[in-house]
């Protein structure tokens, strides 16, 4: 193997010691996607660090990278085996979006929009313009993304908020989205954007962009924004009092709890609410790119968008409508299984789906530090709820496949469930106000394509879960993907029924959410000093994260039976816990917190389980808590944050080790 | 952060000496107490030595092109050796103050070709010598640990870690951090000499070099707690100056009687509160740790303070959640209430010797407690334990080399204490090095050696986003380039961080060499900026390009601006203080101008009168 890389090679070993850990956890569910849509890696050299920021083909049908290292690689056929890697330019500071036009390159650097030009043809770039600039303080957390492209060669670029213990605009515009001219004319665009590092535009040129669960933020979504918009973040406010400011809003007029931000936009007509809500570790952690599917060659979902996410490494699916002049729609599994952190999507000529990866800092569930993946339709029909369209009474979902009309038509083969979060400055929501829906009638429509759903209890506002576990097609196959969440901010006009009355009391009753649930056992989660322990405790640990979702202590001893007084500081900018388990059963822990849904936020993601043995509870950024238990019998526990998709990485080891001598007690 | 300089006199018991209240000034308070200063308007800080090598100047000059060079003027405040071409007529000069453990900063320069060292202790040399673009470097040279006499167990010299050193002629500064042996009662030696830390040029060259004998040709081949501290006279011409020590002994303040109590829940708004609530437990304690509480709880220790002796103590807290110093009862430093539990906080008391009550309170937020001082004669000291205080995570360095082709990378870097979110860093092969902005298109540093540490870019989330210099800066004023002047009394536009829209059409070109053209226009005039290696790989030459539609006649472009510009004997120029030179100006009309401007000197070049024009010069450090 080639090593020519200057620096230290750390990050690649790291990689190597993951590879066994991504063989177990590559799921079930992909291998079953894979038969529809195959995942095919793009040859990477041994010397270039790909951690990928942009993607854009050029005219020539070559593949321009942008690197977070602050290259940009030409590679010429990408869809070979054999692709050739070119360095087309350097030394740019982490760009993260790649776009092409006209012969030029364009993307952002932290600080600025640049315009990369080869104009003596050489294969390099050798005229690097600054388009446009913008104050920095300086924060690690003040990403810039863009350039998007719209039609009339305008462009838009997003600023990142600032960390400082919270999103923060600490400079004008932090928190915007800008759009910019090629001759430098800047117009501020829209706000309320916290972590904006995927934007686009859907068939009609509308622009959407993806939004990550933070401060303000319950839970990822993609919100379609529009001149003037606010779109939740009240941080980029500070600047609405600018001259140029399409907004004049002001920050003072968001409280700090809101409650629901559904309710509270009909107060504050420029608050833009979400089009689409991925609920948080179902539907991925952290939303990115977003690209409209543009042809029939890459399956039957043209016109919908694929939204990519970062934590999950996966890709997920959204089919838009407009009821009453605003859009809204639902989200639904696509394809997981990706080899790292996805950030950017493109389309190839031969229209399967380019995915970039990096997880440097941010990890993700895909174990590889960077990657560049295509994904290709098998020209295999997939079983798949196609598309949901909400009606006055329920919903009609649209399958790719003729259903078989038997199962489609039980109404038990459906279950729908409304839930929400709250509008707050605190990092994340609960989920709120669950309730479910009952399913009063199924009907089969369209020769089998199609199922009227009619549904009591739906709430204008909230998001909806819809199941469809019972449903098979004509031949007999199960859905690919049973579960889709509808964002039901417009019920369309037209019958309706009497919800109150109707909703279905017994599900899932009480279950309204608990932000200070701390897993299902309360006796896993001691946190005040047992009455018993006259001594206190025989051994007090400290564990605190570091950068990059680690645990800064990644082995810990303590004797068997002793009294330990275990504290875990969440000194991160993200959510997260610390589980103990059984020996060799963190992975499998782990795993299990990904799979709890929508409980998962109520029970702080720890998995009902044996082998769940102490456990703290989720704890929000900049808290600490400790719990007291007595050691174990000897042996090598694993401890693992379980909030989902941290537990790859975010791990240690508790050794337990024999006492030493017998003593009195 | 702010940093202050200030400077004050004031006559102490030998009448000469004076104190030079260098303190460093954080916007949470003065980080420093100050240091002494080796009064230097006279030798009466100086052993009498009969040789007449060494004498009082008050500037000097040494040409850089001849070795051997240096002259002074008539003045005070620069120490000079010149020493007689019979080695055998020269002396070493010795303070009259003897000491131990110490801190020593000063300013040095070098002829060409000269040999010197200081000696600490008189016994332990660190190295001075004309290194300057030398590529291999060894025990002999500038900032190296020289070789001891021990012959038995020879102490061979350390090499400087790197080469840090600047032209002759030039002003260079040391940092030392020395630890002198200790002995026991019977006067055996116990632990060896060690120098802690050297910086030269603000590079750290030498750190933990233990020296188990004294260097040869050291004051004396004994070892001793104290001895004096020596500059080597007798090898070449040398010059200092700003000569300022804190000199240790072994006094300890020290926590007595020590009682905490545990409040559970927080109070962080006002600690008065504390006094109505009952503890949730208390003890003894002979130990200061935040261990002694629970996170979200407040911890407060009281105890007796044993103040070892008179004068001005410094106190230092660095805590995750709101924490108070007070000495009786009053409140000697107090963090704001921050969490960032790696940022210091500082106050300043004057003490007596003898017992004080103290009071340490913390809400705990984060776990972490860290409580230090520094008193008269005693170094930085940590009062909690270790396990009182988290470390900060630091990446391993990650380092970017230049090999066949110069590189480029843009990214944030330090400049003059701040943080230059327009940066780009470019190394040019044969080690020499440049950082220019891309807002202003300035100049703003430049270095030999190699290119960049990216590990705080690029491991992790890279939470600094520095790029750091693998060598000694030299830092320019930041102030940009070319200017239309009305006249040459017209201030120059102050244009640090210029607003968006006054430069246009603005960016790089990649020559073929690879070698970036900064462009922009400003005005109306389209300027051009290249900087390559100069001869040798001395320095830079920058080469600035002007075009117009019409002729222009009153551009002007700013070398650069400092604390005191100079025109030197062979024509080159002498920027702030001598920190680098200017020379071989070319492409101007008439003289260059050294003007004062608000404490600053400036030096300007007028531009011909016509549509295009190029003018040039070097930057040789």
Redesign the interface.
Known sequence: MKMNV???L?ILLLLCLTCSVFAQQSSDQAAKESAFYAIKDVPIPDDVILEVGGLAFTDDDQLGVAT???EIWMIDRPYSAQPKYNLFA?????PLWLSYRNGAFYTT????L??LTDTDHDG???????I?????S?N?HEYSYGPLFLPNGDMLVTLNLSWI?HGASLRKWRGWMLKITED?K?EPFATGLRSPAGFGVNAEGDIFYAENQGDWIGSGRITHLEKGDFAGNPEGLRWSGEPNSPLNLKMDMIPDSVGLMYDFAKEIPSLKIPTVWFPHTIMGISTSAILSIDNDVFGPFKGQLLVGDQGHSKVMRVFLEKVNGEYQGACFPFREGFSSGILRMAWGSDHSLFVGMTS???ASTGPEDYGLQRLMYNNKMPFEMKAIRATSNGFEIEYTQPVDPKTASNASAYQVTGFTYSYHSSYGSPIINQEGCAIVKAEVMDGNRKVRLYVSGLREGYIHELKAPGVKSLQGNALLHKVAYYTLNNLPEGEGMDHDMMVAQEQNQGNTGNATACGADPAKNVTTQPADWANGPDI?I?I?T???LKY?LEQIEVPEGSKVKL?F?N?DDMLHNLVITNPGKGDEVGKKAMEMGLDGAQLAYVPQSEDVLFNTCLLQP?T???IYFVAPKAGDYTYVCTFPGHYLNMRGMMKVTGRASASGD | MLYKVQLFCLLIITGAACTNEQETETKNGSSSLPATTIGLDNLNAFQVVQATNWQIAGDVYANRHEDQNLQPTEGAGVLVNLPAKNAGENANLLTKLEHGDMDLELDFLMAKGSNSGIYLQGRYEVQLLDSWLKKELNYQDCGAVYQGIDTRNRFAGHAPLLNAAKAPGLWQHLKIRFKAPQFDESGKKISNARFEEVYLNGELVQQQVEVSSPTVSALANDEKPLGPLMLQGDHGPVAFKDIRYKAYDHEQLALKEMEFEVYEGMYEASIDTLTMLKPDQSGKTDTLSQ?LG???SQLSVRGTMEVPREGDYLFEVKA?GPAWLFIDDKMVVYNGGT?NFGQGFYGKQYLKAGNYDFQIVYAN???SLALSYEGPGIPWTTLTTTASA?KQ?QP??????V?EKP??????MMHEGE?D??A?AVGIPGGINYAYD??NYNLLSAWHGQFLD??E?????????LEKPLGAIVEFSGKPAAALLKGNNANWPDSV?AD??IL???????RKNGL?VFFYTREGVQVEDYIYPAENQSGLTREITFKAGTPVSDLYILVDSGKAIEKLPDGSYGVNNKMYYIENLKGFQGEPEIRQRDGSAELLLKANASASNKISYSIIW
């Open positions: 200057p620096y230290s750390n977070r290292h602050g350097s030394g740019l500071h982490e650097q932290r600080s600025e640049t315009k390099s770039a050798d005229l690097y313009q600054t446009y600039s913008w104050p920095l300086g690690y213990g430098g800047m440097r800092g941010w007090t400290t605190g570091k950068p990059g800064d504290t500081n000194n900049e600490s808590e400790s | 261990l629970n996170e979200h995750g969490h937020y984060s776990r988290r995570w391993d360095s990650m380092v970017d080399l090999n590189k480029t990378q843009r990214g944030f943080k979110e327009y780009i891309l807002k990216v590990s870019m690029w491991v992790e989330r890279g939470e600094p986003q961080n968006e829209g246009k059409n603005r960016g790089y070109r990649m970036p």
